[in-house]
């Protein structure tokens, strides 16, 4: 499968944006989703997460309140919709498909295709 991350670009703080996963080759519909991000020399960090049937999801911390994952299986796309940003939510995003899990996991290792990643950048 291949995975199209977009959406991405440079918003002031306290803006939104609409990031896309887009899957090509394969379905989504039985596949967890994750995203990911990557500040500039930092390791890449969960950000969230959607279980294969959307029942169940998954933030990391940082994002509670101010992210939401959702997925719509007939676009065979997965969203992360990030509101509030803020500066230190400047990173490369990326989103990742793994198993049929129903609860979504957080370790980048357990995901087995990525897409190549959309920058989010942040003004203050």
């Known amino acids: 499968v291949q995975l199209q991350a977009s959406g991405g670009g440079l918003v002031q703080a306290g803006g939104s944006l609409r990031l896309s996963c887009a899957a090509s080759?394969?379905?989504?519909?039985?596949?967890?989703v994750g995203w990911f991000r990557q500040a500039p020399e930092k390791e890449r960090e969960f950000v969230a997460a959607i279980g294969w049937s959307g029942s169940m999801t998954s933030y990391a911390d940082s994002v509670k309140g101010r992210f939401a994952i959702s997925r719509d299986n007939t676009e065979n796309t997965v969203y992360l919709q990030i509101n509030s940003l803020k500066p230190e939510d400047t990173a490369v995003y990326y989103c990742?498909?793994?198993?049929?899990?129903?609860?979504?996991?957080?370790?980048?290792?357990?995901?087995?295709?990525w897409g190549q990643g959309t920058l989010v950048t942040v003004s203050s």
């Open positions: 080759g394969r379905t989504l519909n039985d596949a967890a």
């Open positions: 990742a498909a793994g198993r049929p899990w129903l609860r979504p996991r957080t370790g980048p290792h357990e995901y087995d295709y």
